[in-house]
């Protein structure tokens, strides 16, 4: 069997890039210094991409070394509190970089919070959060898990929940934890601070949150943990605690915030700006064509796996002035076949180019079973809403008086015109549908 260091070898491509050397004592056969240096390298520009701040980096260095030598995978940490399931690019960056690591070789366990999520994380909130059930966080976790395999190698990745250690702390266990931070340093924390100034209550509970997240850290050994820029305070506060136990403190790698398809605000449900991962083929092409040419390398660094060489690439061709259009299809392909077939994107790339480019009518439209009532474009307002293409009648009405939709490529003026079988309606910009009357 080929060893990890073999494997890296040939993942950089780099022939003749030196031997590894028997020690002579049984353990994976060493590299020369050359070698290990890049692939320590390599290792160290694949976690950096798109990275807001790396913390403990020197340290990282070492550990990356240690494991590349001894062929023990470092242990990689994502904290998940289950309390909005519903994942999107902007949530799968995070993701995609914990796949980027498994790819090298590491052990990627993701903590489900299940005890911490009966707390809340006070993070970025102006009050207290509603601790949920045990049923909507059992229901919840079980919806990041269907979504986060989307990404991760199931069979290469622990899932652990916190419960599991947490709540077997005995409270003089739970009070020497508590007696590891002071309420100054708790307070340094912006929304804690916010709260105090402006005589919010703060639940004393709240301040267990991070100390329990960090404890997870200490728990597991972590050498590495993952998580936004929001998560600062709480993932360093798991190094500080990893200290005071004795342990060597884990590296912490912050992945950076992504715009959504409008270019200006946070990728968020509730602004419409979101990719979901679970979207069709043809939506998610379609909305990656819409990401801001500023955005590209971004989305290439946050959104995707490519490599830091093939990365390059892409920026050497925006510098030298090709068409910012071309990289994008190659984004969008890119990011499409990650969550679908081969087959899927290529259709969904498809219905791109006749939809958006040639002006046609596109052959992979959704088709949508209309009842035949009036037989004019009112039949079609309930299946469009249950199909979830308009959120009500209202507004595929307004939709009709702004000539945002039309039949067969000519705009619907009102309401009372005519719709039969293989009418196509182009709802908005980007969705398409085929009438089959019922």
């Given at each position: 069997m080929e060893t990890k260091v073999q494997n890296?070898?040939?993942?950089?491509?780099?022939?003749?890039?030196?031997?590894?050397?028997?020690?002579?004592?049984?353990?994976?056969?060493?590299?020369?210094?050359?070698?290990?240096?890049?692939?320590?390298?390599?290792?160290?520009?694949?976690?950096?991409?798109?990275?807001?701040?790396?913390?403990?980096?020197?340290?990282?260095?070492?550990?990356?070394?240690?494991?590349?030598?001894?062929?023990?995978?470092?242990?990689?940490?994502?904290?998940?509190?289950?309390?909005?399931?519903?994942?999107?690019?902007?949530?799968?960056?995070?993701?995609?970089?914990?796949?980027?690591?498994?790819?090298?070789?590491?052990?990627?366990?993701?903590?489900?919070?299940?005890?911490?999520?009966?707390?809340?994380?006070?993070?970025?909130?102006?009050?207290?959060?509603?601790?949920?059930?045990?049923?909507?966080?059992?229901r919840n976790a079980q919806t990041y898990q269907e979504q986060i395999f989307r990404i991760l190698d199931r069979d290469k990745t622990q899932v652990r929940y916190n419960g599991e250690w947490l709540e077997l702390l005995t409270m003089r266990e739970a009070l020497e934890l508590a007696s590891s931070v002071t309420v100054a340093r708790m307070l340094e924390r912006d929304d804690f601070q916010n709260r105090f100034r402006s005589g919010t209550p703060i639940g004393l509970h709240e301040f267990f949150y991070p100390l329990m997240q960090a404890y997870d850290s200490v728990e597991l050994k972590a050498d590495l943990e993952l998580?936004?820029?929001?998560?600062?305070?709480?993932?360093?506060?798991?190094?500080?605690?990893?200290?005071?136990?004795?342990?060597?403190?884990?590296?912490?790698?912050?992945?950076?915030?992504?715009?959504?398809?409008?270019?200006?605000?946070?990728?968020?449900?509730?602004?419409?700006?979101?990719?979901?991962?679970?979207?069709?083929?043809?939506?998610?092409?379609?909305?990656?064509?819409?990401?801001?040419?500023?955005?590209?390398?971004?989305?290439?660094?946050?959104?995707?796996?490519?490599?830091?060489?093939?990365?390059?690439?892409?920026?050497e061709r925006l510098a030298d002035g090709c068409n910012p259009r071309d990289c994008k299809l190659i984004l969008a392909g890119m990011i499409t076949s990650l969550y679908h077939t081969r087959e899927e994107t290529e259709a969904a790339e498809c219905f791109f180019r006749e939809a958006f480019t040639n002006k046609a009518v596109p052959e992979q439209a959704q088709v949508l079973e209309?009842?035949?009532?009036?037989?004019?474009?009112?039949?079609?307002?309930?299946?469009?809403?249950?199909?979830?293409?308009?959120?009500?009648?209202?507004?595929?009405?307004?939709?009709?008086s702004q000539g945002g939709v039309q039949k067969n490529g000519v705009r619907v003026e009102n309401m009372e015109e005519n719709i039969q079988t293989d009418d196509v309606l182009k709802i908005g910009k980007r969705r398409f549908v085929r009438i089959k009357m019922c």
């Open positions: 890296q070898e040939e993942t950089l491509q780099d022939k003749g890039a030196g031997e590894t050397v028997d020690t002579g004592t049984g353990r994976e056969p060493e590299p020369d210094a050359a070698l290990l240096s890049r692939l320590v390298r390599h290792q160290m520009r694949v976690i950096r991409q798109g990275a807001a701040e790396l913390i403990g980096e020197e340290e990282l260095e070492k550990k990356i070394a240690g494991s590349i030598c001894t062929g023990k995978p470092l242990t990689v940490k994502f904290g998940m509190d289950p309390s909005a399931p519903d994942i999107h690019l902007g949530h799968a960056a995070v993701l995609r970089k914990l796949k980027q690591m498994q790819d090298l070789g590491h052990s990627i366990v993701v903590v489900i919070g299940d005890f911490t999520g009966k707390i809340g994380d006070p993070t970025g909130k102006s009050k207290g959060r509603r601790a949920m059930s045990d049923s909507e966080v059992l998580g936004g820029t929001d998560q600062t305070f709480n993932i360093l506060m798991g190094r500080t605690l990893q200290k005071e136990r004795g342990q060597t403190a884990q590296a912490a790698l912050f992945m950076p915030i992504l715009e959504g398809i409008d270019g200006t605000e946070k990728m968020s449900k509730s602004l419409g700006n979101t990719i979901g991962i679970c979207e069709d083929a043809c939506s998610m092409f379609t909305k990656v064509m819409q990401v801001p040419d500023r955005l590209i390398v971004k989305y290439f660094e946050l959104a995707t796996d490519i490599a830091p060489e093939e990365l390059d690439k892409i920026k209309v009842v035949l009532e009036s037989g004019t474009v009112h039949d079609c307002v309930r299946p469009l809403i249950q199909a979830g293409l308009v959120e009500s009648g209202s507004q595929f009405r307004r939709l009709v």
